[in-house]
Each structure stands twice: as C-alpha cells, then as structure tokens.
C-alpha cells in the first residue's frame, strides 16, 4: 500500500501563490493515477486536479482551471500542484491521492490511498 505525504500548504494572501508537494513510497508510482483533493470546514471532500500515470493527461475542476497546474515525477515519486491567484475560496485542507490500479481517474470513489491533508488558507 502506497503511503503519501504532502507539504508546501500555509497562509497566503489573495493573489498570491503556492506549491505543494506530495511523496508517494513504492515502487509502482509510475503505474497509477494521481489527484489533489481538498476539503474545506462543513463541505465534503471536493476533486480539484488528477494526472495521469504518465503526466500525459490531466483534469482540473473548472474553478480552478487556469490558475492551477498539477505535475508528477515519476523518478522522484512525487506530485505537485502549483496554485497561483490564489483566492479565500481556495481556502481548505489539501490531500493528495492515489488510484492504484488504475492509470488515470477524476472520480473520488477510484482513490484508494490518501495523505494526511495539509492546510491551505488564503486571506483576502
């Protein structure tokens, strides 16, 4: 079972930017999708971004498209997001995700492995 571990969250302002990282353990990365989640107070867990396994293809929410770029290193074993024009509406606890078995996917249900998350707040 992969295990995950994401960095790079903190506070901002509005308009500003951030990146954040995730390192994947195993051997397999190379072999399955990835995807950045996030989930802000009283909301459910939303899907923001996934990447192929190849980084060939990628999908964004339509909110954050634009402004967001998800990227991987299969050599590194990690995955970033970089968020730019940041807003309060991006305002959440990040995770990033693993969808072993399968080598792209847009649906939360298709994860099987998570982060612990990390916090995300941009003040206006």
């Known amino acids: 079972q992969v295990q995950l571990v994401e960095s790079g969250g903190g506070l901002v302002q509005a308009g500003d930017s951030l990146r954040l990282s995730c390192a994947a353990s195993g051997r397999t990365f190379s072999s399955y999708g990835m995807g950045w989640f996030r989930q802000a107070p009283g909301k459910e867990r939303e899907f923001v971004a996934a990447?192929?396994?190849?980084?060939?293809?990628?999908y964004y929410r339509d909110s954050v498209k634009g402004r967001f770029t998800i990227s991987r290193d299969n050599a590194k074993n990690t995955v970033n997001l970089q968020m730019n024009s940041l807003k309060p509406e991006d305002s959440a606890v990040y995770y990033c995700?693993?969808?072993?078995?399968?080598?792209?996917?847009?649906?939360?249900?298709?994860?099987?492995?998570w982060g612990q998350g990390t916090q995300v707040t941009v003040s206006s």
């Open positions: 990447i192929s396994w190849s980084g060939a293809s990628t």
């Open positions: 995700a693993a969808a072993q078995g399968m080598g792209f996917s847009v649906i939360i249900h298709d994860y099987n492995a």
